[in-house]
């Protein structure tokens, strides 16, 4: 079965840090790009970064970029986002997605982690 | 940036019948629109790419058409299990992959 768990979610204060992790199972996770999304509680989707199977390209949303960095591990299945100072607007549900073989929609998604940035 | 907007943000609909929502684009996506389906507490799914291509298991009464700048999911026949909001995503000026604020279908 194709799937995808995060974790590393939970309470931060405004300016700290946090990572998040996703394990990948059920596929070959090294060709295959992918990405997180977030969703602030009662709002839509926000794409938060993007990283290429090779690891060579990565994006990120205007509103994160030099504070978040997408990375992944090969050898362990497992994508990450190491999130440094923390607002109070990045509290949501961090989801982690598949990229489609070729494409860029989002194709396999975790069932998501919930980071709340409060003092 | 492409900004994606969809409409009604709530249709109200009975199970049974036939649901139409639409999304539009700022500038054209040419087909590189997807709709992805979230019930409440759950991640979202995907539904359609392409427009208009279903996603695996995906049953035949969603269907998805347009291109360029508008685009409609159809969804027929509704089933209890289709009550839900509806997002689409433009991925042809990537990044970013901007989603539309999404439509909400609720029992009428």
């Known amino acids: 079965e194709v799937q995808l768990v995060e974790s590393g979610g939970g309470l931060v204060q405004p300016g700290g840090p946090l990572r998040l992790s996703c394990a990948a199972s059920?596929?070959?996770?090294?060709?295959?790009?992918m990405n997180w999304v977030r969703q602030a509680p009662g709002k839509g989707l926000e794409w938060v970064s993007y990283l290429s199977s090779s690891t060579s390209t990565t994006y990120y949303a205007d509103s994160v970029k030099g504070r978040f960095t997408i990375s992944r591990d090969n050898a362990k299945n497992s994508l990450y986002l190491h999130m440094n100072s923390l607002r109070a607007e990045d509290t949501a549900v961090y989801y982690c997605a598949r990229g489609a073989y070729g494409d860029y929609y989002m194709d396999v998604w975790g069932k998501g982690t919930t980071v709340t940035v409060s003092s | 940036e492409i900004v994606m907007t969809q409409s009604p943000a709530t249709l109200s609909v009975s199970p049974g019948e036939r649901a139409t929502l639409s999304c539009r684009a700022s500038?054209?996506?040419?087909?590189?629109l997807a709709w992805y389906q979230q019930k409440p507490g759950q991640a979202p799914r995907l539904l359609i790419y392409?427009?208009?291509t279903r996603a695996t298991g995906i049953p035949a009464r969603f269907s998805g058409s347009g291109s360029g700048t508008q685009f409609t999911l159809t969804i027929n026949s509704l089933q209890s299990e289709d009550f839900a909001v509806y997002y689409c995503q433009q991925y042809n000026n990537w990044p970013p992959g901007t989603f539309g604020p999404g439509t909400k279908v609720d029992i009428k």
């Open positions: 059920g596929f070959t996770f090294t060709i295959y790009s």
């Open positions: 392409g427009a208009s």
């Open positions: 500038q054209s996506v040419s087909n590189n």
